[in-house]
């Protein structure tokens, strides 16, 4: 057994660091405060070929490993979680859809501007009374021949506003539930499709977050993904990926607290002693350490098991649902041994924290990775 990274991994994960300490450190704080997306910083992901991490070259991506991605995304949200999100759903849900499913044409036109980041993509599966209920699907899409209209509203969507292509769920036959359901590319500029105001929210606040309203748009049946019925399916194998990005993002953000946490309490001094030498705090550090290792193997691991083309739908499910706790736990900890400091913006740890707990809701919610996780080891009873 290796738990070593090659020297590519490791050349790429300090890349990763040094970007999120020069480029997204300096202004975090107000791009949070502020709710600005971090265009600038996304621009420049792109040039470093993390916007298409996985996906081959042929189509303007990086051909790299799902362990090289994971090492990106922990070292990212380390720093800033509103981006690392963007850097999430391009390459899990979008990119990895697309060249995982899309046909050869679709990838020439959609894919290659997406993995190159030059354009930014948005996977729209949530609704307003769909959210852990996946195959309840509100949102139509009528079959007309050569195209389909599609009608309803989709929430929550990540990247709403910034992105120029879209992934949109849709049921068209009722009576099949989910096998009457189909994914669409749709382009920003359709007719009939239009954008929410930006939600205003407890974390990832630099990340642009709509809902979406379709209004009999036409998108023409070449944009559909894979044949008639498999957009369920689509939508299922595109979060087993996702959810190996989402628990790297709550690794990040646990490792970023900790490290933050353990500097300070080094330096925070009381009575008499720096506050690390207080067995509390001490007994506090360990735990939070100990935690994040064991996150650390479960994302790591979940990430090689891709890599190997072997299962990864419960080591996914597990990391997910692990490291998502881990991340709460740990930023609530982090803000304790600041004391004071903590519940200030200039020290991280409180954005932290509030970054921390959407781990635990999108890309599927604990719940949701324990009913995968419980279904996988039980079987059919
Ligand atoms: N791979 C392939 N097929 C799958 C699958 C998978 N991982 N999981 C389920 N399916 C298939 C099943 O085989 C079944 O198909 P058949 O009838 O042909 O066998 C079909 O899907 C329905 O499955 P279930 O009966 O198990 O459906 P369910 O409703 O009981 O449960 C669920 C499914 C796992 C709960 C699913 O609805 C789910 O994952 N929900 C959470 C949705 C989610 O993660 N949303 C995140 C939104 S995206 C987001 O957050 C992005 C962002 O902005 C960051």
């Known amino acids: 057994m290796l738990f070593e990274l090659s020297e590519e991994q490791l ?20 791009r949070d405060e502020h709710q600005k997306f971090p265009a600038e910083q996304v621009k420049k992901l792109g040039e470093l070929g993390f916007l298409g991490m ?79 209920d996946a195959t309840s699907q509100q949102t139509t899409a009528e079959d007309m021949g050569d195209h389909y209209l599609l009608n309803g509203t989709k929430n929550w969507i990540t990247n709403g506003s910034t992105a120029s ?9 009722k009576a099949l539930r989910h096998k009457g359901i189909n ?27 709509h809902s979406l309203m379709f209004s009999d748009v036409k998108v023409p049946k ?26 790297a993002q709550a690794l990040g953000i646990a490792a970023g607290a900790y ?18 030498e207080h067995q509390a705090i001490a007994f506090k550090l360990a735990d939070m350490a100990t935690q994040i290792e064991a996150a650390r193997m479960l994302v790591y691991k979940a990430a090689w098991l891709k890599d190997q083309g072997l299962p990864y739908v419960l080591a996914g499910s597990m990391a997910k649902l692990f490291a998502s706790k881990a991340a709460m736990d740990i930023t609530v900890e982090a803000v304790q041994v600041h004391g004071g400091y903590g519940f200030v913006k200039e020290y991280h740890v409180e954005r932290m924290m509030r970054d921390a707990k959407i781990t ?4 599927g919610t604990s719940e949701i990775q324990k009913m995968v996780i419980s279904r996988s080891i039980l079987g059919s009873i």
Do not use: H
């Not at 050349?11 to 107000?30: H, S, T, Y």
């Open 54 to 132: 996985m996906v081959d070259p042929k189509y303007n991506g990086s051909g790299m490993d799902a362990v090289s991605y994971v090492l990106v995304m922990e070292e990212l949200s380390k720093v800033d979680a509103s981006t690392s999100v963007v850097v999430s759903v391009n390459n899990s849900l979008v990119c990895y859809g697309l060249e995982a499913y899309g046909n050869e044409a679709q990838k020439e036109k959609y894919l290659k501007p997406l993995a190159s980041g030059e354009k930014i993509g948005a996977f729209c599966l949530s609704e307003p009374e769909a959210g852990s």
């Open 11 to 30: 050349m790429i994960q300090q890349a990763a660091r040094d970007f999120a300490q020069l480029e997204l450190k300096p202004g975090v704080i107000e």
């Open 360 to 363: 635990q809701i999108y890309e």
């Open 165 to 173: 292509t879209y992934l949109v769920i849709a049921q068209t036959n």
């Open 222 to 247: 070449e944009n559909r993904i894979g044949g008639d019925g498999f957009g369920f399916k689509f939508a299922m194998k595109t979060l087993e990926g996702g959810r190996i990005g989402i628990a």
């Open 259 to 276: 490290e933050l946490a353990l500097a300070y309490a080094k330096e925070r001094k009381s009575f008499g002693k720096p506050i690390a």
């Open 183 to 209: 994914a669409f590319i749709v382009e920003k500029d359709t007719p009939g499709f239009t954008i929410g105001p930006k939600e205003n929210k407890l974390g990832i606040r630099g990340s642009d977050t």
